[in-house]
């Protein structure tokens, strides 16, 4: 049932009842004749669609048209110039001046005005008198509403840009604003779980030692006949070494970073971070393209070397053998974007959103803290880090930095 209402409301407005009732009104006052209430009814249905018959330049022109003609018919037929209907081609007159610009607004009052003044053809000067100020008067009026109505048609247009723009602003601010929001939550994130990682790794460190030294002792106290107990006491000691790696891995996160800004040049850091990357995965082919008008600026090389690793590393184990990522750098106002850029399988739209959390990983061997770590280096620089991806096509991090001179934070 809610379906058919929406659509009648839509098609009918309320200042289409508005229009109806009017030529409704001006149908009782005026003279009982058919042909005038016909070319009144006509005006009528022309003034109600001419919004249904076409937005475009066609549809508006198509409907001026049938006005002016309607209008000439009516005065013509009621007296010409003496006629009291000469106000209805105000009409087509306000309906021109609101839909078009100014010369449009000339061209419609100038054909009302000859609409109205083609009727001084036809009367008999023999018995009249030619009123030239009311004519003129009447044709003065036609062209004050048509300017005024074209002023009120353009404050309104240069009102509604200007909300669009503000909407758009605020869609803007709004974004920026829940990407801030996110990034706090995430180093909200960060620092209650670098804090449980410290204290959790240090009282595991102790247990773990001495593990380590028992499987060692007992290791070399077993006959060489006992291969079964030897290689057990290997995997413990394996096992123990692995679980140090990870609890280091930890205190990394956890420990607050220094950041050293020094004027050091980006190309380096990334060549760096490249050759590391090409040994750890020497079947994908690394493209750099590097924007050479980046002059260097203060960043910590260190840690963003670790940055970029990472980042180029996770791109080539995303790619198919024989695939290609690319280093590409551009400067921007105040600040430089890195991407890094594969065609590999992709992250999935869900996972978008958390994959710079700590411990979220999708790697069976994964621990999650290597882009949790890569995000945390980028915030403590004052930077930004994003990432686009679409599975089966790959995916691009972007990294942007503030190239401009400031003090270090740490």
């Known amino acids: 049932m809610e379906k058919p209402h929406s659509k009648w409301t839509d098609w009918v407005r309320p200042q289409d009842v508005v229009w109806l009732l009017l030529f409704l009104l001006l149908g009782i006052v005026s003279e009982r004749d058919a042909s005038i209430y016909i070319m009144l009814a006509g005006l009528a249905a022309v003034q109600v669609?001419?919004?249904?018959?076409?937005?475009?330049?066609?549809?508006?022109?198509?409907?001026?048209?049938?006005?002016?003609?309607?209008c000439f018919l009516l005065i013509g037929y009621t007296g010409g110039v003496y006629s009291r209907y000469w106000l209805l081609?105000?009409?087509?007159?306000?309906?021109?001046?609101?839909?078009?610009?100014?010369?449009?607004?000339v061209v419609v009052v100038l054909l009302a005005a000859a609409t109205y003044s083609s009727f001084l053809s036809f009367v008999d000067w023999t018995l009249y008198d030619l009123d030239a100020p009311g004519l003129i008067w009447r044709i003065v009026f036609l062209g004050m509403v048509g300017n005024l109505a074209h002023m009120l048609a353009g404050d309104l247009r240069a009102q509604t840009r200007e909300a669009n723009r503000n909407a758009a602003h605020l869609a803007a601010a709004n974004e920026q604003i829940q990407q801030a929001m996110e990034a706090l939550r995430r180093s909200d994130r960060l620092a209650a779980l670098g804090q449980l990682s410290a204290g959790l790794a240090h009282e595991l460190r102790n247990p773990l030692g001495t593990i380590r030294a028992s499987a060692e002792m007992l290791g070399r106290n077993l006959s060489a006949e006992n291969e079964v107990a030897r290689e057990v006491s290997g995997f413990i000691a394996t096992e123990v070494d692995r679980a140090n790696s990870l609890i280091t891995r930890f205190l990394q996160f956890a420990r607050p970073l220094e950041v050293k800004l020094e004027r050091a040049d980006l190309t380096q850091v990334l060549d760096r971070a490249v050759a590391m990357a090409e040994r750890e995965a020497p079947?994908?082919?690394?493209?750099?393209?590097?924007?050479?008008?980046?002059?260097?600026?203060?960043?910590?090389?260190?840690?963003?070397?670790?940055?970029?690793?990472?980042?180029?590393?996770?791109?080539?184990?995303?790619?198919?053998?024989?695939?290609?990522?690319?280093?590409?750098?551009?400067?921007?106002?105040?600040?430089?974007?890195?991407?890094?850029?594969?065609?590999?399988?992709g992250i999935e739209q869900k996972h978008l959103e958390t994959i710079f959390n700590p411990?979220?990983?999708?790697?069976?061997?994964?621990?999650?803290?290597?882009?949790?770590?890569?995000?945390?280096?980028?915030?403590?620089?004052?930077?930004?880090?994003?990432?686009?991806?679409?599975?089966?096509?790959?995916?691009?991090?972007?990294?942007?930095?503030?190239?401009?001179?400031?003090?270090?934070?740490?």
Do not use: C, M
């Open 359 to 410: 411990f979220f990983t999708t790697k069976p061997e994964g621990v999650g803290l290597g882009l949790a770590i890569v995000a945390k280096i980028v915030d403590e620089h004052g930077g930004k880090i994003t990432v686009e991806s679409e599975p089966g096509k790959g995916s691009i991090f972007r990294v942007l930095l503030p190239a401009r001179d400031q003090p270090a934070s740490h």
């Open 89 to 105: 081609l105000l009409l087509p007159v306000v309906s021109g001046a609101t839909a078009f610009g100014w010369i449009g607004t």
């Open 283 to 345: 079947g994908i082919a690394i493209h750099r393209n590097y924007a050479p008008e980046i002059a260097p600026f203060p960043l910590d090389a260190e840690l963003l070397e670790r940055v970029f690793y990472n980042l180029i590393l996770n791109a080539a184990q995303a790619s198919p053998a024989g695939g290609v990522v690319t280093v590409k750098t551009r400067p921007g106002d105040g600040f430089v974007e890195i991407a890094v850029i594969d065609r590999g399988s």
């Open 49 to 70: 669609l001419e919004s249904k018959i076409g937005a475009g330049s066609r549809g508006r022109i198509f409907g001026l048209v049938i006005k002016y003609a309607i």
